[in-house]
């Protein structure tokens, strides 16, 4: 069974960094694309950021330049570097690997809050 757990969240002050982390149990971890995806209360889903198993990265255009994500294959681990978070970012952080064959795995969230 596929698990990905993700940590890293918490309460932080705007400005503030967070790093979240996405751990994979699944065989082949470099041949997905990895996915981190928000949900403020009352909002829908939203896409963050990508990174496809060839390293390209694509971002939401509100974290541009705040946000970075990467991805250790040989730890099976995805990261999101958070800098200069904002109160709007404040929100349930979901990692999702997506392969090339429309499925894909879910990680539980893990909770993200930016206040003073």
């Known amino acids: 069974q596929v698990q990905l757990v993700e940590s890293g969240g918490g309460l932080v002050q705007p400005g503030g960094s967070l790093r979240l982390s996405c751990v994979a149990s699944?065989?082949?971890?470099?041949?997905?694309?990895v996915v981190w995806y928000r949900q403020a209360p009352g909002k829908q889903r939203e896409l963050v950021a990508s990174i496809d198993s060839g390293g390209f990265t694509n971002y939401e255009d509100s974290v541009k330049g705040r946000f970075v994500i990467s991805r250790d294959n040989a730890k099976n681990t995805a990261y999101l570097q958070m800098n200069s978070l904002k109160p709007e970012d404040t929100a349930v952080y979901y990692c999702h690997l997506r392969s090339d064959y429309g499925y894909g795995y879910w990680g539980q969230g893990t909770q993200v809050t930016v206040s003073s």
């Open positions: 699944i065989r082949i971890f470099s041949a997905y694309a």
